[in-house]
């Protein structure tokens, strides 16, 4: 089993939609979650950053964390052209190295 | 916000040439940095670790002596590839990680490598 397993997609959506994008993971140590985007031949982009389990939102990205489940989510509200990218989950322990889903492929269609 | 800038942007270089990357943190300090090679389409690939005034650890696979890698500030870590070939040719991304507690990880916007 991988450590961060996360759906490649494609994921295609009509504009306006709300896609929510998930990730699992093995490690129960892990405290530390991050959702990236990614446009392509561009570097990731931080978009959310979680501590442990809950949720945060800003804008139109909800980010919910479920330790118990080893699960986290990214809800996109309203979606758009614009959001068209790969989003890349990762997460950590502490001060080790964070680990990256290999990233699900989003397409918001006009 | 934390920005990471990367230095050049996109690099054409011939076979058997070396060529450096530099990979800044501009508004905070970062004593870890990281180095990532990207193949169109598909996932990240971390190649080594950056920590400021110690030696770069490398992932398996990795040849060191092939992609030198030098963190000499705390805002600056450079990658070097040396005797470059066409199958390094790549998408070279780094990421700092912000001192003090919150480990979170910015990127660069990427660096374009074709060797011909």
């Known amino acids: 089993q991988k450590e961060v397993e996360q759906d490649p997609g494609p994921l295609s959506v009509p504009e306006g939609a709300i896609v929510s994008l998930n990730c699992t993971y093995s490690?129960?140590?892990?405290?530390?979650f991050m959702w990236y985007r990614q446009y392509s031949r561009k570097g990731p982009e931080l978009l959310m950053y979680?501590?442990?389990?809950g949720n945060k939102e800003d804008g139109r990205f909800t980010a919910q964390v479920d330790k118990s489940s080893k699960y986290i989510s990214l809800f996109i509200r309203d979606s758009q052209p614009s959001d068209s990218a790969t989003y890349l989950c990762a997460m950590g322990a502490g001060g080790q190295n964070f680990v990256f889903g290999p990233g699900t492929r989003l397409s918001v269609l006009p | 916000g934390a920005v990471v800038s990367q230095h050049p942007s996109w690099v054409i270089c011939k076979s058997g040439t070396s060529v450096k990357i530099e990979c800044r943190s501009l508004d905070f300090q970062a004593t870890t940095m990281f180095w990532y090679r990207q193949f169109p389409k598909q996932s990240l690939m971390l190649m080594a670790t950056?920590?400021?005034?110690?030696?770069?650890?490398?992932e398996q696979g990795v040849e060191k002596d092939k992609f030198l890698i030098n963190h000499a500030s705390l805002t600056l870590s450079t990658l070097t590839v040396t005797s470059a070939h066409p199958e390094d040719s790549s998408f070279y991304i780094c990421?700092?990680?912000?001192?003090?507690?919150?480990?979170?990880?910015?990127f660069g916007p990427g660096t374009r490598l074709t060797v011909t």
């Open positions: 979680t501590y442990s389990s």
């Open positions: 490690n129960s140590a892990f405290q530390y």
């Open positions: 950056s920590n400021e005034g110690s030696k770069a650890t490398y």
């Open positions: 990421s700092a990680r912000v001192i003090g507690g919150s480990y979170e990880q910015y």
